[in-house]
């Protein structure tokens, strides 16, 4: 890539107003340092990804209010965590984690148990029973 | 109290985090030439593990090696520390700070306060240096950013002790013996070495082998997975070959800067021109991340355009094993 050739598109860096550092060759073919603003093919690759992420939240949202799945899923996407993260970040195995997406089992939680999620997604117990009170 | 600490941003936040910590110790070392000593460079496509809902492709070495392999090799010695108790390696931090130490910590990004919200995910293996510490702040030096900033003390232990895959544990890193003399010429030459055995390793998921994968399978996407998975897992690829901390073309330009630079170390005149075939070959990694992004972006199935940049990555491979066959050559 050649010096005058590094992207300076749009990009989701902007709003942030920081510029990331690319590797290209100047005239004399040596090799320099430029900041670019951003690269399209980049830009809508993480829009797509973000896009992905969001129908996801939407979605765990509708199960939730349906009640076919507990507000866990819904904040654990919100988060962009996977099941193996969250349980890693609240300390359970796996599967009890998952056992705690089903309403029935997450309505019985003790009061310790719901404290260590609310915890980990940074809300209040009543947020984390009732995602309706859920700021976004 | 602030350590006087020079910093320069760096693509790649490992790399930056070893040069800088290099430079304060009074070694001029640039950032490719601990990529290329380190043997950074590296493709594998981990087929069982998924990185945001989609197979995982790196286009460089596991955390964390580049350092262990540059240190080795230019005959520094680390110390590194994993923590149970937050507040011990608090601790520990503090101590370090007090004696005008520097320190390297591996944190997790998603907590990372400073970054755009769009590019915290859970990733786990971010390098930055603390510098120094203002009442509860604490001074960064983050390798990727333009500028330094600060985190509290409560930000700054949650991204030490972050969870989920290559979680930190409060990992902290500095060197504790630097020899007088660093000769480069010998380390040059091993990690170079390792590069090529490691891009053409007889294994069929990593170097160029790796790819030819990749490149078989991205044909079988739209129609095994339909157009939306597919979409999404070539979206994947390019973040992680483009996004920050690569400086372009998944590693390739850095390596290339790399090369030329051991040119003039090494007097080696091969070495220059085979810098100038890896931009190249750079550039085709570019071209193969437009033409993927067209399809992502009209959100295509069609088999047409996923046969087509399959080819791409195919002949990426071939030139990459003419590449790295004719470099291990030339140092010999």
Redesign the interface.
Known sequence: MKKDDVPQDKGSLESADFKELCYAVDENGEYTTVNSSGWTPKTIALDNAIEDINERVENAKKRVLNNETSPVEYYMEYHKMDLGILASYVGLWKWRVKRHFKPKVFYKLSEKKLQKYADVFDVTIEQLKNITLHGN | MEIDFTHH???HCENGVVSNLMKHHGFQVSE?MVFGIGSGLLFCYIPFL?V??APAITYRAMPGFIFKRFANRVGIKIKREKFKQPANAKKRLDENLKKDNPVGLQVGV?NLVY??D?????FNAHNLVVYGKDQDNYLISDP???HVTTLTDKQLEKVRFA???F?PKGHMYYPIYIPKEITLEKAIIKGIKHTCRDMLAPIPIVGVKGIKMVSKLIRKWPKKKGAKVA??Y???I??MQ????T???GFR??F??FL??ASGILNNPKLKEL??EM?QI??LW?DF??D??RI??NRSGKTDGYNNIADQLEHIANKEEVFFKKLKKAIK
């Open positions: 941003q760096s693509a490719p998924m945001n809902h998603y970054f755009p769009e590019y915290r995910f859970h990727v950013m333009e969870k989920g895959a979680a979409n999404h070539l979206g994947q390019v973040r483009e996004e920050i901390g400086g372009g073309g330009y850095i290339a800067a030329q630079e810098s100038k931009t750079g550039d570019r991340a437009l993927a992004s992502y972006k």
